[in-house]
T-cell receptor, first 114, second 114 residues
Framework: GESVGLHLPTLSVQEGDNSIINCAYS??????FIWYKQESGKGPQFIID?????DKRQGQRVTVLLNKTVKHLSLQIAATQPGDSAVYFC?????????????FGKGTHLIIQP | GAGVSQSPSNKVTEKGKDVELRCDPI?????LYWYRQSLGQGLEFLIY????????KSGLPSDRFSAERTGGSVSTLTIQRTQQEDSAVYLC????????????FGQGTRLTVV
């Protein structure tokens, strides 16, 4: 797949604030997107996904927004907590909703300051 | 098991030696993936197994890399004649199949080639 990138390698927010992590993708054929959270020493953990027929999807304290016009994806985390500190990856695929050959971005390290 | 299990957690090997990395997927998951994560980088797709179909090997970086999946369950990733650039964390993931998302990663095997 084509590259998927993130705007910021590190994002620092105050505990309790909302955070927004951004991701840009280049493959206009991408139709399925996932956000992952990876804590130190652990494998990536699925957070939330969205298909290209949607522009917003909400989970528990997280919201993913998809703007297909500008090929931009964002993850919003409400009321950040210390446990939210991790590296966040976006991933995309054009496999018709399948997960084979997911292309991952390099990740944004979210730091929660007390 | 309750999650995707990988072994060993850490492996240090001498350049030129062969290594085998093991992945036990979640029971009942028909899809199994191997990814490689270099320091500070995103995940690089290596190989994908889906049921009894021929695996998608398009991500394997060289013919020194191979993988098998026996009985539709356990998978072994083999790296022959290891090189220093093979040093990375090797992650395995499983899912219920295409279109079901990629939600479950193992903790990874950290390979160091000295």
């Amino acid at each position: 797949g084509e590259s998927v990138g993130l705007h910021l390698p590190t994002l620092s927010v105050q505990e309790g604030d909302n955070s927004i992590i951004n991701c840009a993708y280049s493959n206009s054929a991408s139709d399925y997107f996932i956000w992952y959270k990876q804590e130190s020493g652990k494998g990536p953990q699925f957070i939330i996904d969205i298909r290209s027929n949607m522009d917003k999807r909400q989970g528990q304290r997280v919201t993913v927004l998809l703007n297909k016009t500008v090929k931009h994806l964002s993850l919003q985390i409400a009321a950040t907590q210390p446990g939210d500190s991790a590296v966040y990856f976006c991933a995309e695929t054009s496999g018709g909703g399948g997960a084979d050959g997911l292309t991952f971005g390099k990740g944004t390290h979210l730091i929660i300051q007390p | 098991g309750a999650g995707v299990s990988q072994s060993p957690s850490n492996k240090v090997t001498e350049k030129g030696k062969d290594v085998e990395l093991r992945c036990d997927p979640i029971s009942g998951h028909t899809a199994l993936y191997w990814y490689r994560q270099s320091l500070g980088q995103g995940l690089e797709f290596l190989i994908y197994f889906q049921g009894n179909s021929a695996p998608d090997k398009s991500g394997l970086p060289s013919d020194r890399f191979s993988a098998e999946r026996t009985g539709g369950s356990v998978s072994t990733l083999t790296i022959q004649r290891t090189q220093q650039e093979d040093s990375a964390v090797y992650l395995c993931a499983s899912s219920l199949g295409v279109g079901r998302g990629l939600g479950f990663f193992g903790q990874g095997t950290r390979l160091t080639v000295v």
